[in-house]
């Protein structure tokens, strides 16, 4: 049965941040004439490019139906994001976002220069939250996808993998599928790195031939110049027995 999650505090930053930042493009757009998402978005390499690697999925174009896109885009990104967050908590989502955020970026830079075409819009975190979540499923385990459509992980990546080509395939776009593509990448293998073991560093030796403080030591007061006597008197300071510690 279909539950929505809980708005966690990163995302309910995300949803405002973003929906914050398309009413300001619109306001400019539509007061002052100024349109900032090429400001924002990828469109080939240039001195641009600097920010636009980090920028690009904050820019929605204002047409007509964009609000519509972006309040679907938003959904999703609550519906994917606040799970991962619950589970790995803020500072590693927000990593893995940015993540998916260099990812598409960098790529999308070099296949706009190359192929032409731009890119904007938050597909990329969608896309790393999918693949991210994903790779901390085992291989023959079955998620619930919005607790509705029982599939395995590679379903659901193939999926998203098929999503992206067809799109391009209808828009054209092949800058914006290289870099969604990115995007799936990366979250796929940052989050396999992240939950691969990492071996323990051996603790140095200390010159008394102890580990750390798993070493021993002898204590002072151990049998003196009596050590051959057979009286065992506690009272007596040179008979006291040698303890380890």
């Given amino acids: 049965m279909f539950r929505a999650p809980p708005l966690t505090p990163l995302i309910k930053i995300l949803l405002g941040g973003m929906l914050g930042v398309f009413i300001v493009q619109a306001l400019l757009l539509r007061v002052t004439g100024l349109d900032i998402v090429p400001l924002l978005a990828i469109q080939g390499a240039g001195i641009g490019s600097v920010w636009q690697v980090a920028t690009h999925v904050l820019a929605m174009p204002v047409t007509s139906d964009s609000l519509m896109s972006l309040m679907i885009s938003l959904l999703f990104l609550w519906l994917m994001g606040a799970p991962f967050e619950e589970r790995f908590g803020k500072a590693e989502t927000i990593k893995l976002l ?76 092949w800058a914006a599928m290289f870099a969604s593509l990115a995007s799936l990448a990366g979250g796929w293998l940052y989050m396999r790195w992240r939950l691969t073991p990492r071996a323990r560093k051996p603790e140095p030796r200390r010159k008394n031939g102890g580990r750390g403080r798993g070493g021993f030591r002898v204590i002072e007061g151990g049998l003196g110049k009596h050590d051959d006597d057979d009286d065992d008197d506690p009272h007596d300071p040179d008979k006291r027995p040698k303890y380890l510690n």
Avoid at 104 to 126: H, I, K, T
Avoid at 130 to 154: D, E, H, W
Avoid at 158 to 167: D, E
């Fill in 98 to 173: 940015a993540v998916g955020t260099l990812s598409a970026g960098v790529v999308g830079v070099v296949a706009s220069e190359l192929l032409g075409g731009a890119v904007f819009g938050p597909g990329p975190w969608l896309g790393v939250l999918i693949t991210g979540f994903a790779a901390t499923i085992p291989q023959g385990a079955q998620l619930s996808f919005f607790g509705v459509i029982p599939m395995k992980r590679n379903t659901l990546i193939y999926i998203m993998v098929a999503f992206i080509v067809i799109s391009a395939l209808a828009s054209g776009n």
